[in-house]
């Protein structure tokens, strides 16, 4: 009997963030002098990934920092002027346009229900979007479908809870397909909480 295919890969950052098995990850926001930093943790409970704001003049950014070695993965930036509705994300921690990776645009502030757009560095004119987070931040539930189709390839989910939400506590978790960048998922997790709670 042939043994099933591998899932096709969704590379978006780095091949090794690509798992053959489905993989589930905390995200979790910490209180901290900037209130934007957060801990990613596996179903074991170990810290795998930090999420560190880093301040630059008035714009915003954070470095995604790979395991204990804390390597510099991704650095995220706020580039919008109007309601953070843009966001660019950099290979290590540069801001190099030559190293950006992926734009993310959120099409209106006031929105209610989410729908954010994810452009590769590739897709310059940004006519049709490489990726789609659809579903309701404030229900708790968003999932992340490959261009503009239903075609599913992580859930992201936040934990409802007002106490941690008072506290500036903010939990999900990222439920990510086989073959899918865990790196990529997890930097719309932290970019979609910064669209909905630095306006």
Known sequence: MAAPPEPAATQVVDARFCAPEATAFAVTKIISVTGRDFTVTDVTGAAVMQVEA???????????????????????????????????VFRGDSTSGRNLLFTVVRSSAFQVRTKIYVFLAGNASEQAPDFVIRGSYYDGACTVCTGNSDAAIAQITRQ??????????????????????????????????????HR
């Not at 950014?61 to 660019?88: I, K």
């Not at 999900?172 to 932290?190: E, H, M, Q, S």
């Open 54 to 88: 880093a301040v630059f003049a008035f714009q915003r950014r954070s470095l995604l920092l790979d395991g204990a070695a804390r390597r510099p993965v991704l650095t995220m930036r706020d580039s919008g002027l109007f309601m953070s509705t843009r966001w660019e």
């Open 160 to 197: 409802n809870t007002a106490g941690g939400a008072l506290l500036g506590r903010h939990t999900y978790t990222a439920r990510i397909n086989p073959g899918v960048d865990r790196a990529f998922i997890l930097a719309l997790t932290v970019i979609l909480d910064e669209m909905h709670h």
